[in-house]
């Protein structure tokens, strides 16, 4: 029997990583899904070296991430060259984060201080990489139409209807990342070891 796919989620601002989140078990259906919890007010350059090395402590085959985590699914899989997916990214951090700089709470929470300098750190949405964009047309903190306009050329998009920024069609979505993940395999020429040898 062939293992599963490992999957790296990466959460959004001001949240953490929940083993019992919808988006984790529905992604479950695809593989094993692995998350760390990211501290956002540190420096975007510490953010990277911690997802970096989960991505190979973990052995990543897929990077899916929302939000702010959809942005960093993008630069590290950019970077290494594991698929991605983003689930209604921040493409511009830089701009969207402005409105958290000083102190405040997560969604669980706990206290924070995002400083002016860790949110002027952060670049732009990578052009780069194999990905996947998955937009609600209705979220409620992000533009998700300037959002695809943006993205559109470069990537698949896949806009869904309604829905808000934490996402409302996780179940859909499934097969539409099913589908990308065997079509990726064939341009980054994934093959399994064992599928080698016999």
Known sequence: MHSKIVIL???????????????????SYLGEVK???????S???LI????????????????????????WANRIGAQIGVPFVSINPAISPNVTLQKYIG????YYGENYELTPEAVDAYTDFSAQGCGLILLDMADELLDSVATNSQLKDQFKVHCFEGGTHRFSHMN????????????????????????INH
């Not at 959460?11 to 992604?27: E, I, M, N, T, Y």
Request: with cysteine; aromatic share 12%.
């Open 35 to 41: 998350g760390i919890t990211v501290d956002y007010t």
């Open 172 to 195: 859909e979505a499934i097969p539409i990342i099913e589908r990308f993940v065997s079509n990726a395999a064939l341009i980054y020429g994934v093959v399994n070891e064992t599928d």
């Open 48 to 71: 990277e070296k911690q997802l970096m090395n989960a991505c190979t402590d973990f052995q990543v085959d897929l990077i899916v991430g929302t939000s702010l985590g959809g942005y």
């Open 43 to 45: 420096m975007p350059s």
């Open 103 to 106: 102190f405040g709470q997560t």
């Open 9 to 27: 989620y990466i959460h959004g601002f001001g949240s953490r990583f929940d083993p019992q989140s919808d988006k984790v078990k529905a992604l």
